[in-house]
């Protein structure tokens, strides 16, 4: 596919850049890595200053009302400079339910919060049921005399332990369809087991016993619609983050090959070792594809299509993802795996990648039953 991008959305990529770039090098980034936290708070508020963190809230709400293409371009910046900080998980994935699903007054509290970098808030979904897919789930909603009781148990949540507010989705009982509730982080009988994520990332398991919240705490009604377009919206960004990480080690794989000598010459001029690089650059090559046709069809208003373009991209992309991080490190022998070398932390997000989100063989299989569903 051949993308031209506008001006602005060059700019809007250079300038993500230039500000990654400019909160640190690779080991101030390890030292954040290695605090309490496990991110920067003051690249948090550059992200909010350069307008990224307001990316996906309405115009008509003080926002930018980017798109799924200048939201691609953002994440791509974000894989290449492995940043840990829950611009995903809050700025893109919650950030987009919440402009979809909210009230004028939900709005007004929340939408400014998140755009300022103030609030962090989740989407709370993924169950070791549903792996995070459009699947029912095993959360209850009972209605309570002050609003509503839940009771379940949600899996894996990317940056749940620095989130103010959990989107908790639920089964009303005895009601179709799926619920989404606002749930702030400090309810009584809500429950988090931090975990530090394969990628250096932060996530927890949330479990939720007898948690009271409040009649106004529901966003929306059925959301099981707008759940899906987020979802998609939000693999379609996935997507990209795990593109730059792969042009990144193979970036760094080949200027590798250029210093390191053996037998008195550069071994990037081995021909076994060119083939290798050579396969990297094809599945490099693919993966680009693959994520701006993502992009163009993360906001698709057609659920069926959008289904099977993203299913394939997550698919292709993951295993471009683990072809591109193992010759990474493999190619640059054993320190390919330390801590201290670059690569090792691209190869460990690329394979984090593959997991997240609905892993490859899902995604194949999810493609191949929507495919077969279409001839029969």
């Known amino acids: 596919m051949n993308f031209d991008f506008s001006d602005e959305q060059q700019m809007l990529q250079e300038s993500t850049r230039r500000v990654l770039a400019a909160a640190g090098d690779f080991e101030q980034r390890n030292a954040q890595r290695d605090h309490a936290l496990g991110y920067s708070t003051q690249l948090w508020r ?37 940043v840990l900080e829950p611009f995903h998980a809050s700025a893109v994935e919650a950030t987009s339910l919440l402009a979809r699903l909210a009230d004028e007054q939900q709005r007004q509290r929340w939408l400014p919060a998140l755009a300022s970098g103030e609030l962090i808030a989740v989407l709370a979904h993924a169950e070791s049921s549903n792996g995070g897919a459009l699947e029912p789930t095993q959360t209850r909603a009972r209605p309570s005399a ?70 106004d705490a529901r966003i929306g009604s059925e959301i099981s619609k707008a759940l899906s377009e987020v979802l998609d919206f939000s693999l379609a960004a996935l997507c990209a983050d795990a593109f730059g990480a792969i042009q990144s080690a193979l970036n760094a794989t080949i200027e590798y090959s250029r210093e390191r000598k053996q037998f008195g ?105 929507d495919i077969s569903n279409d001839r029969s």
Not at 52 to 74: C, Q, R, Y
Not at 165 to 194: H, M, R, Y
Not at 331 to 353: I, Q
Request: hydrophobic residues 45%; glycine residues 10%; negative net charge.
């Open 46 to 82: 550059e992200l909010a200053d350069l307008g990224l963190l307001a990316l996906n809230i309405p115009e008509a709400d003080g926002g930018i009302g980017a798109g799924a293409v200048d939201n691609m371009l953002v994440c791509e910046a974000m894989g290449e400079g492995l």
């Open 146 to 215: 002050d609003g509503w009781q839940l009771d379940g148990h949600k899996s894996m949540i990317y940056h749940a332990p620095s989130a103010a507010l959990l989107l908790v989705s639920a089964q009303i009982e005895g009601a179709p369809g799926l619920a989404l509730f606002a749930v702030p982080a400090d309810a009584a009988g809500l429950s988090l087991t931090p975990v530090a994520t394969l990628d250096a990332q932060r996530a927890a398991d949330v479990v939720l016993r007898g948690v009271q919240v409040g009649a």
């Open 265 to 369: 010459q550069p071994i990037g001029r081995f021909q076994a070792l060119q083939h290798r690089m050579a396969d990297m650059l094809i599945h490099a090559e693919q993966a680009r594809s693959m994520c701006y046709l993502a992009a163009s069809h993360g906001d698709d208003p057609d659920p069926a299509q959008r289904r099977r373009i993203l299913s394939a991209a997550k698919a292709l992309i993951g295993q471009a993802a683990r072809k591109v991080g193992q010759e990474a490190v493999q190619l640059h022998g054993g320190m390919g795996m330390t801590d201290e070398l670059k690569v090792s932390h691209y190869f460990r997000r690329l394979t984090a990648f593959e997991l997240r989100g609905g892993s490859t063989a899902s995604h194949l299989q999810r493609l191949a039953t």
